[in-house]
């Protein structure tokens, strides 16, 4: 038997959510349409109207991602969910793996695939640095590795990553390109098969503007024929290509009970991609993210990353000496209703992190936030 307070209806109050404007790390705010899709009725994980709506969202994945991959598909799970799979199915147990660590992601990468038993080997650049050619090319020199995983937009510090030189190093030295687009994908070009990409992985709560809750993953033939040839099995049931490209794919074979809403949500995200274009929708996300840094700059803000290799999804500022950055968080979300994230691992208290990804990158946005921002720091 329950409380009495457990008992009481007007303990568990209706649902009236704040109508925050998120300008955080994630997750972005979602278009009205996806919110309207996620309300139609759910229908079986296998019935006819839903495979057809499966079969068009791998179409436009692959839209996004600009990829032929077939095996391009979104993981029933969060972006951390498509992170670990790139990894559950490429590494077996005793498989060298190399992992740039610049930012709080790649030691999230190297903290899973030790998980599958690999032998791990980093390079390391301070947090909003980014890595050379060079760098990879000498790594790959002293040892070989079977994968080279690095974070294309690193979340935690806004750094952009530049792939194409370090895409030929790996694949000259025979190595499997495995790369982060979390914070990139829909927003940024990430150019799969032109920069050959052998996994890629990402989440829909970023640039998809979609909530959270699925995790696009793509891999090119080469990596799809590394699965194939595994000596075992992959080491997380969940999470396993090879049954669940079975689903995915022409068989339909039961896997799991796919998140319906949460698919309907993802589909009509990549339709308004696609209505948008994604070079225009590249051009809207740099030039209001060219917007902020201009206004933070004439509030005497520092950004904490270089204009070359800045992400132009998430910014990271410098909290300004002897003022409060949680304060001013707490300030932004009571009196404005602005959603701004501090700083993670290295970084944090030392930063806010402005994100600016799909439906949230807005100029009017913009506007109201650098306007908030600016009276809170005069207080």
Not at 34 to 53: K, N, T
Not at 67 to 83: E, R, V
Not at 104 to 116: H, S, T
Request: net charge negative; proline share 6%; glycine share 8%.
């Amino acid at each position: 038997m329950g409380s009495d307070e457990t008992n009481n209806p007007e303990s568990f109050p209706e649902l009236q959510n704040p109508p925050r404007i998120l300008l955080g790390p994630g997750p972005s705010m979602v278009h009205p349409r996806v919110l309207r899709a996620m309300a139609s009725p759910l229908v079986g994980h296998l019935d006819p109207y839903f495979l057809g709506i499966m079969e068009r969202t791998q179409d436009l994945l692959r839209m996004v991602f600009e990829t032929q991959n077939q095996l391009t598909i979104p993981i029933s799970g969060t972006g951390s969910a498509s992170m670990e799979a790139s990894l559950a199915n490429l590494i077996e147990p005793g498989d060298e793996i190399l992992i740039c660590v610049n930012g709080y992601f790649g030691l999230r990468l190297v903290d899973m695939a030790q998980r599958y038993g690999a032998e791990i080997r980093t390079i390391d650049r301070p947090w909003g640095e980014v890595f050379t050619a060079d760098e990879v090319r000498d790594a790959l020199a002293q040892k070989s590795a079977k994968i080279v995983a690095i974070v294309h937009a690193e979340t935690s510090t806004g750094a952009l990553q530049p792939l194409e030189d370090i895409s030929r190093v790996v694949h000259e030295n025979g190595a499997l390109l495995l790369v982060d687009a979390v914070t990139s994908l829909g927003g940024i070009p990430v150019k799969v098969d032109d920069v050959e990409i052998d996994v890629c992985y990402s989440g829909s709560q970023k640039c998809l503007s979609c909530p959270p809750g699925l995790g696009p993953i793509t891999l090119s033939p080469r990596a799809e024929q590394v699965l194939s040839e595994r000596k075992g099995q992959v080491a997380n049931w969940y999470l396993d290509l090879t049954m669940i490209q079975k689903y995915w794919g022409s068989e339909r074979s039961y896997h799991h009970t796919a998140p319906i809403s949460a698919n309907y949500a993802l589909y009509e995200g990549l339709r308004i991609i696609a209505e948008e274009g994604l070079e225009v929708r590249w051009e809207r996300h740099r030039r209001n993210a060219e917007a902020l840094w201009q206004g933070l700059d004439n509030l005497g803000l520092e950004l904490h990353v270089p204009l070359a290799n800045r992400l132009p999804s998430l910014t990271t500022v410098r909290i300004p000496e002897g003022v409060d950055g949680a304060q001013i968080q707490s300030r932004l979300m009571m009196d404005y209703n602005i959603e701004i994230a501090g700083g993670l691992g290295e970084l944090k208290g030392k930063v806010w992190r402005i994100g600016l990804m799909g439906y949230s990158s807005r100029l009017e946005n913009v506007t109201l936030l650098l306007a908030a921002l600016g009276d809170c720091l005069r207080s």
